[in-house]
């Protein structure tokens, strides 16, 4: 299958930072309608998006210890998810800033179950995978690698949820999952580890 191309990153949001900042909290509850492609665009932009070169690099979104750029962010979506995806795994291709499917069957009982069955996994429609490869940054940074890498995904994580904020969504960070779990549900290729579950959604209305 082609990749995906996804729409133009919008650069102007109508809330302010402070706005998103303000209203932003975990939301565990989301309404039951499919998410629209633009907006996991504009998240997965967030995320990882190029957003200028420096030196030749292709810079995104969210700081990178050295420019190492060891996070790999996959999309998991639900049957009824993402509008115009079908359910399975998508991996972000941040330099064409496209989807590309990953693994063609259902994978999200799966990562639900990986997640201890948590709620707010199981109630939202679709949710990015932060992965990581943690020897491109442990091979610039032998003693603190590991350390930078997780503190890559805090800011990566922040990103998403703000721009979700800002666009009207719902999402919330999600740590607690066993590890082996989601690499067997999503069939992680080496090196890749799972390290956060962002689940995201259209936001109830008693939200
Ligand atoms: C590293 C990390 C892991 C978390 N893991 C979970 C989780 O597994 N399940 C969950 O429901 N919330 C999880 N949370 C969300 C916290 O419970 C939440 O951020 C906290 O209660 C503060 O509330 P707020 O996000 O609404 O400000 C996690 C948050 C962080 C930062």
Do not use: K
Request: overall charge negative; hydrophobic content about 40%.
């Amino acid at each position: 299958m082609d990749p995906i191309e996804l729409s133009e990153p919008e650069t102007a949001g109508s809330t302010s930072v402070e706005r998103a900042i303000a209203t932003r909290e975990s939301r565990r509850s989301f309404a039951r309608t499919p998410v629209e492609l633009e907006d996991v665009a504009q998240l997965l932009w967030a995320a990882q998006g190029v957003t200028h070169q420096r030196d030749g690099v292709e810079m995104r979104a969210a700081p990178s210890a050295g420019a190492t750029y060891p996070l790999v962010v996959f999309l998991a979506s639900s049957a009824t998810g993402v509008d115009e995806l079908e359910a399975g795994l998508y991996r972000y291709q941040p330099g064409d800033h496209a989807l590309e499917l990953e693994r063609e069957r259902a994978v999200y009982d799966d990562l639900v179950r990986a997640a201890m069955g948590q709620e707010v996994v199981r109630d939202a429609p679709a949710t990015i995978v932060l992965t990581a490869d943690y020897d491109r940054t442990r091979g610039q940074y032998p003693e603190h690698g590991d350390r930078y890498v997780h503190m890559e995904a805090g800011h990566v994580a922040e990103n998403v949820h703000l721009v979700g904020e800002s666009r009207g969504l719902g999402s919330c960070p999600v740590g607690a999952f066993v590890d082996d779990d989601v690499t067997d549900a999503l069939d992680l290729p080496a090196p890749l580890e799972p390290l956060y579950l962002l689940p995201f959604g259209n936001r109830s209305s008693d939200q």
